[in-house]
């Protein structure tokens, strides 16, 4: 499945709290994306076993699949990849400093 910028957004409020179960409405609302994309987004991950859904009253709620944990902690790693790279993008002199760091920690342990 391609990650999609929308995807991550939406994936990211449910790695928040591992336990979190979250309605559409309530996604898009904090995202400020528009209900029905939200929707279709997390009934495609619900049919690739990503999430999984419970009615309550008349609301839909979505958590993520604990089930199939080898898949969900691939794709949390995927979405906390993408989150560093997008904070990176917006603060490059971060990534820079990150990189001479890690520079200076590699040549420190291969003078050893």
């Given at each position: 499945m391609e990650l999609k910028e929308k995807t991550a957004q939406i994936m990211e409020e449910f790695l928040r709290d591992y336990e979190a179960k979250i309605t559409?409405?309530?996604?898009?609302?904090?995202k400020n994306l528009n209900q029905k994309t939200v929707s279709t987004i997390l009934k495609e991950l619900e049919t690739k076993a990503i999430l999984k859904s419970i009615m309550q009253g008349k609301n839909r709620?979505?958590?993520?699949?604990?089930e199939d944990e080898g898949n969900i902690v691939l794709f949390i790693s995927t979405v906390e990849h993408m989150k560093t790279l997008a904070f990176y993008n917006r603060h490059p002199l971060i990534k820079e400093i990150d990189y001479f760091i890690f520079d200076i920690i590699r040549k420190s342990k291969l003078c050893r």
């Open positions: 559409g409405s309530d996604i898009a609302k904090a709620l979505y958590s993520l699949n604990s």
